[in-house]
């Protein structure tokens, strides 16, 4: 995929939705008192060409992450932006305008791949981190120990996790250290996912319900399998909604219920998709979804 060129993240930058994401992002920036701001990247999208088009990019340092899986052809890397220099600043201003850029253009037809992927503030990249990022990417296969891998980096399979994890599973992310993850949704927003704390996880007993909480890689249900495996066909429904509806909470529900259905072969995709515009119809002209 070719690598946007300077002038179309600058068109971005010149965007009202833009220069409110921004605000909110700073605003973000100043309740928390963030100190640095480290973003993963995915490499295997546009390559190291990604730096390029960021100031001072051919300077910037990054690390990269282990390889999730050899089948990837390049790697995740991860790089470190203090927030308290205007550099700082304005390459973090010209990522959120690259993250809006790839899902303003991700629409029905032309799908776009995400380089921008994960926003961990007050994280600094160490190898406990690395290792975290490496090991949510695992979850051993249904009944086996045979390690399958998910693409979780990537904001459109995040925001369908976020909904498929339990909250055990959220758990087991925040015992690596990872306490929030920000992202660009698909209503091209700053989102967060904020992992829950072992207190609100287990209300009683909680020291004895940790000592019986596995560590990654994950274990997930057969029905969190089916989901899974209908990824793509979820993302393409909601790329054809993000444009009508907003996307939010019910609207995850609506289409995976539906994916449910067609993993379990009871409907084909062509009915699923009748039944999702049927289910958002009367919400959508109440006002509710979008």
Request: hydrophobic share 40%; with cysteine; proline share 3%.
């Amino acid at each position: 995929m070719l690598i946007p060129k300077v002038e179309f993240l600058d068109n971005i930058q010149a965007t009202d939705s833009y220069q409110k994401q921004l605000k909110a992002l700073y605003l973000t920036v100043s309740d928390n008192q963030y100190q640095t701001l480290t973003v993963l990247i995915d490499l295997n999208i546009y390559g190291t060409a990604v730096f390029d088009v960021l100031d001072s990019g051919t300077d910037l340092a990054y690390e990269r992450i282990k390889r999730i899986h050899h089948t990837f052809k390049d790697d995740l890397a991860l790089i470190d932006i203090p927030l308290d220099s205007s550099k700082g600043q304005r390459l973090l201003e010209q990522l959120l305008a690259l993250a809006l850029y790839e899902n303003t253009y991700d629409i029905s037809g032309y799908p776009h791949a995400r380089s921008i992927c994960l926003w961990l503030f007050d994280q600094p990249i160490t190898q406990k981190l690395k290792l975290s990022v490496y090991l949510i990417g695992q979850a051993y296969g249904l009944g086996t120990n045979k390690k399958r891998y998910l693409r979780y980096w990537d904001p459109r399979v995040l925001a369908l996790l976020i909904h498929l994890w339990t909250e055990q599973q959220k758990l087991q992310i925040y015992q690596l250290g990872l306490f929030h993850i920000y992202y660009v949704d698909w209503n091209n927003e700053m989102n967060v996912l904020t992992l829950p704390t072992p207190n609100e996880v287990y209300l009683s007993d909680t020291e004895a319900a940790l000592e019986q909480l596995k560590s990654l890689p994950f274990r997930f249900s057969q029905q969190q399998w089916h989901l899974l495996e209908q990824t793509e066909w979820m993302n393409m429904v909601v790329r054809q909604l993000k444009d009508q509806i907003v996307i939010n909470a019910q609207s995850y529900e609506t289409v995976m219920s539906q994916a449910l259905l067609i993993a379990q072969l009871q409907i084909t995709q062509q009915q699923a998709v009748r039944n999702i515009v049927k289910d958002l119809e009367q919400p959508r002209s109440q006002g509710v979804a979008g």
